[in-house]
């Protein structure tokens, strides 16, 4: 009982317990809203929001590890697999074990996966504009989220 009589004399900025001032909240809520914005778009492209990011790594730069692509993505194997065989089973990618080390499975976009990519880039652009934020906004705050990310993973 103590400690609602101290939250209610608590001014609401320095409340450390109320939701309006958790960060992981805010994360939370804009990893959600950001995922929801893509949703539409990317359905009309075939794709879920996890296949659209294995995508984006692998137009970046094709014919990685499914490793490579878990640690870009920091997703596990066990994660990663399913989105995998269904881009694979969708005609956009092959997995093929590699001859080097059969132990590691490399992972290449077909035609169809690579030409996907144009038709990507005016999903960004919609998204972008709902934000209403420039370009340098843009960085400014994945910058500030890449450094929320990097200390977090310092357990890792």
């Known amino acids: 009982m103590a400690y609602i009589a101290d939250t209610a004399e608590a001014e609401p900025?320095?409340?450390p317990l109320l939701l309006d001032n958790q960060l992981c909240y805010?994360?939370?809520?804009?990893?959600?809203?950001?995922?929801?914005?893509?949703?539409?778009?990317?359905?009309r492209l075939g794709l879920t929001y996890p296949q659209y990011l294995v995508?984006?790594?692998?137009?970046?730069?094709?014919g990685v590890t499914v490793s490579e692509i878990g640690r870009r993505l920091r997703l596990d194997?066990?994660?990663?697999?399913?989105?995998?065989?269904?881009l694979?089973?969708?005609?956009?990618?092959?997995?093929?074990?590699?001859?080097?080390?059969?132990?590691?499975?490399?992972?290449?976009?077909?035609?169809?996966?690579?030409?996907?990519?144009a038709d990507a880039v005016s999903v960004r652009e919609s998204?972008?504009?709902?934000?209403?934020?420039?370009?340098?906004?843009i960085r400014a705050l994945r910058k500030d989220l890449s450094?929320?990310?990097?200390?977090?993973s310092v357990s890792d």
């Open 88 to 117: 694979e089973s969708a005609g956009f990618l092959l997995r093929t074990r590699r001859q080097s080390d059969e132990r590691e499975v490399e992972i290449a976009l077909t035609p169809e996966g690579a030409a996907l990519r």
């Open 127 to 137: 998204v972008m504009c709902q934000l209403e934020l420039s370009e340098p906004e």
């Open 26 to 43: 805010a994360l939370y809520a804009a990893a959600h809203r950001m995922t929801k914005s893509y949703r539409p778009l990317l359905e």
């Open 13 to 15: 900025e320095t409340d």
């Open 77 to 86: 194997s066990g994660t990663l697999t399913p989105v995998l065989k269904r």
């Open 55 to 62: 995508l984006l790594v692998l137009w970046e730069q094709d």
């Open 147 to 152: 450094l929320v990310i990097e200390r977090l």
